[in-house]
């Protein structure tokens, strides 16, 4: 069982906007720790794809936003298109217990 | 730009430590606002942070696997490495190496560089 939780899937039609959200509890993103997304493209190493809770890396292209509201976060992919098929996670900072990081579940987009 | 290279052996026997070095190049493993982690996949499930290191040494482990992880730091090698006791068929993963930020003059408490990973099969 994750600390962070996220919907196994999500799908959309090419074009489509998507969200994928992230709730987590008053020790992580509740406590105001910043959220930070991953993309994982099949086979591949996950990579940043929003830090900060709404920032984008240099390449992501302006399609991926985030948003943090108390103790979720949400990612959203607008314009939706088939190589944005991958698996998506979240990651925080818990302050429970000293240094640990947490990820999210994972959720598998499809484009349809 | 910073590259990541996992190394090791990729089948370890039950009760058997599973051992992994992860090769920094483009870039000093003793930069200051960074420290050095390990983190895993279980095939077809989630990421697992397992821990980090700084290039002072000071460590962070992962509660779930405190009892039996080592991460150490070799500045004079530029790599750090993942010692993980006592496995079990649970310990089959990819294994990834990632850079974590943790100052603010990069994207503070995110993995910003991440190796291509390894698998480590655990099996007799």
């Known amino acids: 069982q994750s600390v962070l939780t996220q919907p196994p899937s999500v799908s959309g039609a090419p074009g489509q906007r998507v969200t994928i959200s992230c709730t987590g509890s008053s020790s992580n993103i509740g406590a105001g720790y910043d959220v930070h997304w991953y993309q994982q493209l099949p086979g591949t190493a996950p990579k940043l794809l929003i830090y900060g809770n709404i920032n984008r890396p240099s390449g992501v292209p302006d399609r991926f936003s985030g948003s943090k509201s108390g103790t979720s976060a949400s990612l959203a992919i607008t314009g939706l298109q088939a190589e944005d098929e991958a698996d998506y996670y979240c990651?925080?900072?818990?302050?429970?217990?000293?240094?640990?990081?947490?990820f999210g579940g994972g959720t598998k987009l499809t484009v349809l | 730009q910073l590259q990541l290279q996992e190394s090791g052996s990729g089948l370890v026997k039950p009760s058997q430590t599973l051992s992994l070095t992860c090769a920094v190049s483009g870039g000093s493993i003793s930069s200051g606002g960074y420290s050095w982690s390990w983190i895993r996949q279980p095939p077809g499930k989630g990421l697992e942070w397992i821990g980090y290191i700084y290039h002072s040494g000071s460590t962070y482990y992962n509660p779930s696997f405190r009892s039996r992880v080592t991460i150490l730091v070799d500045r004079a090698k530029n790599q750090f490495s993942l010692k993980l006791r006592s496995v079990t068929a649970a310990d089959t993963a990819v294994y990834y190496c990632?850079?974590?930020?943790?100052?603010?003059?990069?994207?503070?408490?995110?993995?910003?560089?991440w190796g291509p990973g390894t698998l480590v099969t655990v099996s007799s």
């Open positions: 990651q925080s900072y818990d302050s429970s217990l000293s240094g640990s990081v947490v």
């Open positions: 990632a850079r974590y930020c943790t100052s603010s003059s990069c994207p503070r408490y995110s993995f910003e560089d």
